[in-house]
């Protein structure tokens, strides 16, 4: 009994003291407002955790033939299915590219959407950016419809085709959460500061729209976004 009571104490203790060490290097983790001077760490992110740690996967850790200074690297890493790298025990990892939230190049993050890796060309609490995305629609057959100026060469019309075009996002920095960039986004995401969010709401309809990236700007200079520099 008292073996056993010594065992689980020593199990206490041991998690308690890795606790500590936890929060300890944690509490020694320098943070700087984000300015943008800031260069984000050159690597790939598996998640958007990596991204608020400013810690991703480093070029020296994937495991390729590509050269390190090619300036296309990472595009041509992640062209394929599957990327593989190093972790930090040295064990190697096969990742699905579908996988991987983005990467950061020159300092600068881009954020994987639709297939395609898009630059946040605002960074900040509430981070702004633009992507390409392609939508998939089916065309409905109507005997009745006639339109004089098309005409497909080769046979039947096609039943479905593809479209491009280009959206607007933000991204909410505390949760790594991807919003379309519209009212009702802004509204949720201005409550984190009451006063803010008042003043918004105050406004008609067309001025919400219309001031959408002033309210942006705003929430960002009262609360300015952290990172670690690692």
């Given amino acids: 009994m008292k073996r056993h009571f010594a065992y689980i104490f020593c199990i206490f203790i041991f998690m308690e003291s890795g606790l500590l060490l936890l929060y300890g290097q944690n509490d020694s983790i320098k943070r700087v407002p984000y300015n943008q001077d800031f260069r984000f760490k050159e690597g790939i992110y598996l998640n958007f955790e990596q991204v608020k740690n400013n810690n991703p996967i480093s070029k020296s850790r994937v495991i390729t033939n590509i050269d390190f200074n090619d300036p296309q690297f990472f595009d041509n890493v ?77 046979g039947n019309m096609p039943s479905s085709y593809t479209s491009n075009e280009m959206r607007q996002f933000i991204l909410d920095f505390d949760s790594g959460k991807i919003m379309d960039y519209d009212e009702e986004s802004i509204e949720v995401l201005l409550m984190k500061d009451p006063g803010l969010h008042d003043e918004y709401m105050a406004l008609s309809k067309k001025k919400k729209s219309q001031l959408k990236f002033v309210y942006i700007r705003k929430f960002n200079e009262r609360n300015p976004l952290m990172i670690p520099l690692n």
């Fill in 78 to 154: 992640l062209s394929s299915q599957t990327f593989s790298f190093y972790d930090q025990l040295g064990l190697k990892r096969d990742v699905a590219v579908n996988a991987v939230w983005g990467y950061s190049k020159n300092g600068l993050i881009f954020v994987r959407m639709d297939k395609v890796f898009n630059r946040v060309s605002y960074i900040g609490s509430i981070s702004h950016f633009i992507a390409t995305i392609t939508s998939y629609n089916s065309r409905n057959y109507d005997p009745y419809y006639y339109n004089p100026y098309y005409y497909y060469r080769g």
